[in-house]
């Protein structure tokens, strides 16, 4: 008789990922088939992953039809990427204590839910709020589909099985935008949600049928309330703070209010997780530098990445004048990059280690976005296509190498919760991403519209005309009114435009100098000892 150890992806620092159980048994038929199990999975964590970016490219059908602010489109982000950051460790440790395949289900059935929701939804206010509900049962899936892998496949597969996993991931998020041209020209801005109730039916009886339950021994008997609390209250304070910046002005005390408020409440999170006996976090695990190094990693790679992504649609749609298909289209470049270049990453760091994959991608990734900085009214699609591209081959070696980094670098009791983070880390860059390129670009079409209208001889602006102006110009539309005459509403528009560029031009700089900074983070990586183990979980197959 074996034994095997059952890993959640959360859970708690102590016990839970190091309890032995009975050796699991052949599989019967259908239920609990290790490769029929990871085809579950990866259908209902596929709706996860595509409504990180598929949601980018309806932004603009979305702000038109509802008639939302630039903030109010971030939020349909944010809102997401938020909600789905601060619960996936609890939502892990919720996994290990009722059961991953009861977690994995209700995710998939709240994700499919929420979805349809939105694309019901007849206000921007309701689209905001069922995103935060597909964010918190996207949440439930992604450490749950995590740890029935781990707890089906053994160790000798089980990095296979990650891999690809974690490939289904990556083409998701990268397919995102082309599906959702396709949805968005030719059926409507709704279908891009909509589409996910077929798929969350096919996740569910998928589920039904094949998944086996799987439970730690020494499951947490408690949760960390007030850490998640903190935690949540902090992030909140931050995106809140970035996003109302522009509005408020960077010096103005509501704004460091919110940004003092979040540092100590990070503060307070930090103090109260070294007391609590099951932490939401176990902060021993940032004493291995090189996991650390791996999650500031996924932060910095989400943040150019996600956050440039953002204005990149809006780019070529309302300065290009490209239907949405067309933009999915010229971002091919970078999803092909991005799925080709993922298994040949996947072979490299197997083969050399991480370090310089890791570091020569991110490398890559600042060429690239320092390209996209320089893109213009005139820019063809030959160039646009050689910056999408670069951008992907850049970004594939991180999204493939992460696991190995930081899950590889944790011990083994605590590998469960360094997959909570690795997921947690690329949710957060994105939000904040998203957030404060969002804050550069509106900063700077705000310092600049003004004085770019002057010098056009356009006729003067109200105060609150040029408030509304810039609310256009920061999404690359132009404010021209109806019944203005041809030859200043193409003046307008000339002035619109080149004002957004110089807005997105300096986003994509900041986004260029994270990824520098995330080249040196990528050379404090290593493989870990425990990379040939990821996770416990013997099976047969």
């Given at each position: 008789m074996t034994s095997q150890t059952t890993v959640d992806a959360t859970g708690p620092a102590d016990k839970a990922l190091a309890a032995p159980t009975d050796p699991p048994t052949p599989p019967q038929g259908l239920r609990g088939h290790p490769w029929l199990t990871l085809i579950s999975v990866a259908t209902g964590v596929m709706m996860v992953a595509l409504d990180g970016t598929i949601v980018a490219i309806a932004n603009p059908a979305i702000q038109k039809d509802l008639g939302a602010s630039f903030?109010?489109?971030?939020?349909?982000?944010?809102?997401?990427?938020?909600?789905?950051?601060?619960?996936?460790?609890?939502?892990?440790?919720?996994?290990?204590?009722?059961?991953?395949?009861?977690?994995?289900?209700?995710?998939?059935?709240?994700?499919?839910?929420?979805?349809?929701?939105?694309?019901?939804?007849?206000?921007?206010?309701?689209?905001?709020?069922?995103?935060?509900?597909?964010?918190?049962?996207?949440?439930?899936?992604?450490?749950?589909?995590?740890?029935?892998?781990?707890?089906?496949?053994?160790?000798?597969?089980?990095?296979?099985?990650?891999?690809?996993?974690?490939?289904?991931?990556?083409?998701?998020?990268?397919?995102?935008?082309?599906?959702?041209?396709?949805?968005?020209?030719?059926?409507?801005?709704?279908?891009?949600?909509?589409?996910?109730?077929?798929?969350?039916?096919?996740?569910?009886?998928l589920g039904a049928l094949i998944l086996t339950d799987h439970r730690a021994e020494n499951a947490p008997r408690s949760f960390d309330v007030p850490g998640i609390a903190l935690l949540s209250g902090a992030m909140f304070c931050l995106v809140w703070a970035l996003i109302k910046a522009p509005t408020w002005g960077w010096g103005d005390a509501m704004t460091w209010s919110f940004?003092?408020?979040?540092?100590?409440?990070?503060?307070?999170?930090?103090?109260?997780?070294?007391?609590?006996?099951?932490?939401?976090?176990?902060?021993?695990?940032?004493?291995?530098?090189?996991?650390?190094?791996?999650?500031?990693?996924?932060?910095?790679?989400?943040?150019?990445?996600?956050?440039?992504?953002f204005f990149v649609t809006f780019y070529l749609q309302n300065v290009h004048g490209m239907s949405p298909v067309d933009a999915g289209l010229h971002l091919l470049p970078l999803t092909g990059m991005m799925i080709v270049g993922s298994p040949l990453a996947g072979a490299l760091i197997t083969k050399a280690g991480p370090r310089i994959p890791l570091a020569g991608g991110m490398a890559l990734t600042a060429i690239s976005m320092y390209g996209m900085s320089t893109l213009d009214t005139g820019t063809g699609s030959a160039v646009m296509s050689l910056w999408f591209a670069g951008l992907g081959l850049?970004?594939?070696?991180?999204?493939?190498?992460?696991?190995?980094?930081?899950?590889?670098?944790?011990?083994?009791?605590?590998?469960?919760?360094?997959?909570?983070?690795?997921?947690?880390?690329?949710?957060?860059?994105?939000?904040?991403?998203?957030?404060?390129?969002?804050?550069?670009?509106?900063?700077?079409?705000?310092?600049?519209?003004?004085?770019?209208?002057?010098?056009?001889?356009?006729?003067?602006?109200?105060?609150?005309?040029?408030?509304?102006?810039?609310?256009?110009?920061?999404?690359g539309a132009a404010p021209v009114a109806k019944g203005t005459p041809p030859g200043i509403a193409a003046q307008i528009t000339d002035v619109a435009h080149h004002t957004f560029i110089s807005g997105m031009s300096l986003a994509c700089l900041v986004a260029t100098g994270v990824a520098v900074v995330a080249v040196f983070v990528a050379l404090l990586t290593k493989r870990g000892s425990n990379a040939e183990a990821a996770g416990a979980g013997a099976g047969h197959i």
């Open positions: 903030a109010d489109v971030q939020w349909i982000t944010n809102g997401y990427f938020l909600a789905l950051a601060v619960t996936l460790i609890t939502a892990g440790k919720l996994g290990d204590r009722f059961g991953h395949r009861q977690t994995f289900l209700i995710g998939v059935v709240g994700f499919a839910a929420a979805s349809g929701a939105i694309g019901l939804s007849g206000s921007i206010a309701l689209v905001v709020t069922f995103r935060v509900f597909q964010g918190l049962f996207g949440a439930l899936l992604m450490p749950a589909a995590l740890g029935l892998l781990r707890a089906t496949f053994p160790a000798e597969k089980l990095n296979m099985a990650i891999g690809i996993w974690g490939m289904v991931i990556g083409a998701s998020t990268a397919g995102g935008p082309i599906l959702g041209g396709l949805l968005v020209q030719h059926v409507s801005w709704q279908s891009v949600f909509f589409i996910n109730v077929p798929v969350g039916i096919a996740a569910l009886v940004l003092g408020a979040s540092v100590l409440l990070f503060v307070l999170f930090a103090l109260w997780e070294k007391r609590v006996k099951e932490p939401l976090i176990p902060l021993g695990l940032f004493r291995s530098v090189p996991l650390s190094a791996g999650v500031v990693l996924m932060v910095l790679m989400a943040v150019a990445f996600l956050g440039g992504l850049g970004l594939a070696p991180v999204m493939v190498g992460a696991t190995e980094v930081i899950v590889g670098n944790a011990p083994m009791e605590l590998s469960g919760v360094a997959g909570g983070l690795q997921q947690a880390a690329m949710q957060i860059g994105g939000s904040l991403g998203t957030a404060v390129l969002g804050a550069v670009m509106a900063s700077k079409v705000d310092g600049d519209l003004a004085g770019n209208w002057a010098d056009a001889k356009l006729p003067p602006l109200t105060p609150a005309q040029l408030d509304q102006a810039s609310e256009a110009v920061r999404v």
